[in-house]
Structures are given as C-alpha cells and as structure tokens.
C-alpha cells in the first residue's frame, strides 16, 4: 500500500472503529457522527487508502472465473462486547471459508494445552 507507519496505523485505528461499531462509512463521518472525534484519519485519506487497495486487487476476467469470482478482501473481527475493542482480525485465504476462519479466531483467543476451550464464550 506504500504508506507510511502512522498512516498505516491511523487506517488501522479508524478501520477497527468502524469494525467495532458496525458503522458504515457514511455513519463513520457524518456531521453528527459521535465516532468522528475519535477518528485519527480525515475522511479523503481513508477513501484513498481503501480505493488503493481496490486498485491494486485488481484481477483479469480469466483470473475471476478461476477464483470463483471474488475479489477483495474478508477479514473477520472478534470485538469485546464490553470494551468495544477489537480482539483479533482473521483474513480469508484462498479456498477458506467463513467458518475455517471462526475456527482459527476461536482457536487462537481460546487455545489451552492444543485444543479450543469455548466454556463460558458466547458467540454473536
């Protein structure tokens, strides 16, 4: 993405925001918006960044049939109820599916002695 290491934390800190919040983007900046205080990166900069990314992800028709048409990328994020932070985010591989990703979220915040213990978690 060519961008700097505050720039690339200041995305960061405002993506995980708006993860955890379940805030769309208009919500995310809008006038009235509670968020935008607390958000480190200006609205332009954060479009950029994303239409960076869009850009550079970028696949051939050929490609697309061979991949099963998507593109972009998933990240599935575990947020604390309580704090509203972001606990850990898992991308989506190639051949991955939404619950290989579960899996290796719950695996990697819940692993005691090798296996998963989901005693007490409970999952939205």
């Known amino acids: 993405l060519e961008l700097d290491e505050k720039s690339y934390l200041e995305f960061l800190s405002t993506?995980?925001?708006?993860?955890?919040?379940?805030?769309?983007?208009?919500?995310?900046?809008?006038?009235k918006s509670l968020l935008k205080d607390h958000i480190r990166m200006t609205e332009d900069d954060y479009i950029q960044v994303?239409?960076?990314?869009?850009?550079?992800?970028?696949?051939?028709?050929?490609?697309?049939?061979?991949?099963?048409?998507?593109?972009?990328?998933?990240?599935?994020?575990?947020?604390?109820t309580n704090l509203n932070l972001p606990l850990n985010t898992v991308f989506e591989k190639k051949k991955d599916s939404t619950v290989g990703c579960l899996k290796r979220s719950l695996h990697s915040l819940f692993c005691q002695n090798g296996e998963t213990n989901l005693r007490n978690v409970s999952i939205h």
């Open 15 to 31: 993506y995980c925001i708006q993860a955890a919040y379940r805030a769309s983007f208009t919500q995310l900046f809008h006038e």
């Open 50 to 80: 994303w239409r960076t990314m869009a850009q550079k992800k970028r696949m051939s028709a050929i490609d697309m049939t061979r991949t099963g048409r998507r593109k972009g990328i998933i990240a599935h994020t575990a947020v604390s």
